[in-house]
Every structure is written in C-alpha cells, then in structure tokens.
C-alpha cells in the first residue's frame, strides 16, 4: 500500500516561533487531509488539500501533487496548537473509495 | 450542533465481555467510516459504509461487526472482548457523490476509549 511519512516526528517551540511540517507520500493521490488531535483527543480537520495552497489564519498548506509532498505551515505558535499533527491520504490507484492512509504524525509541543 | 456523535466516550470492560459503540451523523454525509487509534497514537481504517452498504473491510478480526441501520448511523459491536482491543475507536463520515472518484473531506467524532480488563 501507500507510504505515508512525516516529518519531524516531534517539534518542540517557543510561542510566537514559525514551523513547517512534511508530510511525503509514495504514491498518486485523490484526497490529502491535514488534521490536529488535540490533548484531549479530538481529531480536527485542517484542510483538505489534494493540490494547491490554501490558507485559514495562521496556518496555510501547500501540497505539490506532482512530487508527492505536502507541507504544513504554523506561524506565530501559540500553546493551543499543541498536539499532533496529522497527514492522511487516499491513493488514486488501486483503492477503494474513501480509505484514507495516515502517517504516523508529528508531535507539537509550544511553550509559553 | 454536534456534526459527528459516539457515545459512550469512555467503555471499560471485562475480557471477553461483547459491547457496542454507537456513531450518528447529522452531516447528510452517505459515507462512515470506523477507525482505530492505537497505543502509538497510529490511525488505521477498518470499515467503511456508503448509503448502508458495506465497501471498505480491513483484516479486522470477525469479533468485529459493523451495523449500518441508515446512512445516518454506523454501530460497531465487538464479541468477546480482548486485552488487544484497547484503543481509542473512532467513527467519521464524509459526503460521496454517486460515481464520484475521490472522496470529500472526511470529519471525525470525538472518539471512544476502550479498555479491557
């Protein structure tokens, strides 16, 4: 099946620091959705992003279909944003509609 | 306005107990989906149902059955509880266009943490 890797495994920040997170995947895809799980738990949806750039305050995603990578940019961290970070992907080859594939996340911790 | 349901939020049972986890969306959505979030955090897809048909079934042990009683409800009941089924279930839902190629974004509910004893 699909690879799906992520980058750093764990981010330590400052409040008010800049971050950017990877996620590579091995494979073509329909479907590329960033989520935050916060420290209690709730998977939030972030963005759904097959392609392009998109942008809500002060996070924006890029991802380059083409070369298999999306990026997750945090700007002017602040201690809410901790948690995990993570990328899931449906491949467009060989799979049934809607089976999302996760990495294995990066773990964001900001301090005050 | 709760879009994704489960309840309960918490299960704590007895080995080899069979209990139930229910998930309602209030989304319109035509897809669910079950997940499970393991010790490592990992997420792993185990079923998907669209307008109550089943189209996704991972190597899921058949302890594990989905139940689908309208395209608004996925129940997930588990026979004979193992220590091994301690993870946090997820349920999630997304809307899927009749022949559409790729799925919509998909949201997901609050969880259930299940512990066996």
């Known amino acids: 099946g699909i690879q799906v890797e992520q980058s750093p495994p764990d981010l330590i920040l400052q409040e008010g620091a800049n971050s950017t997170l990877r996620c590579n995947f091995s494979?073509?895809?329909?479907?590329l959705q960033w989520f935050h799980q916060n420290p209690w738990g709730q998977l939030i949806n972030l963005f759904y992003?097959?392609?392009g750039t998109k942008q809500n305050g002060r996070l924006s995603a890029t991802t380059v279909a083409t070369e298999r990578y999306s990026l997750l940019y945090i700007s002017s961290s602040q201690t809410t944003d901790s948690g995990v970070y993570f990328c899931?992907?449906?491949?467009?080859?060989?799979?049934?509609?809607?089976?999302?594939?996760f990495g294995r996340g990066t773990q964001l911790t900001v301090w005050p | 306005d709760t879009a994704v349901s489960q309840t309960p939020k918490y299960l704590v049972t007895q080995m080899g107990n069979d209990k139930s986890i229910k998930c309602e969306q209030n989304?319109?959505?035509?897809?669910m989906y079950w997940y499970k979030q393991d010790s490592k955090k990992f997420l792993k897809i185990m079923f998907s149902?669209?307008?109550?048909?089943?189209?996704i079934n991972e190597t899921v042990p058949n302890r594990f059955s989905p139940k689908s009683p309208d395209k608004a409800h996925l129940n997930l009941h588990i026979n004979s509880l193992e220590l091994g089924d301690s993870a946090v279930y997820f349920c999630?839902?997304?809307?899927?266009?009749?022949?559409?190629?790729?799925?919509?974004?998909?949201?997901f509910g609050p969880g259930t943490r299940l512990t066996v004893l």
């Open positions: 149902y669209n307008n109550k048909e089943l189209i």
């Open positions: 494979d073509s895809v329909n479907n």
């Open positions: 999630a839902s997304s809307l899927v266009s009749g022949g559409a190629s790729s799925t919509d974004t998909q949201y």
């Open positions: 899931a992907v449906e491949p467009s080859r060989g799979s049934t509609l809607g089976r999302l594939y």
């Open positions: 989304l319109g959505h035509d897809t």
């Open positions: 992003i097959p392609s």
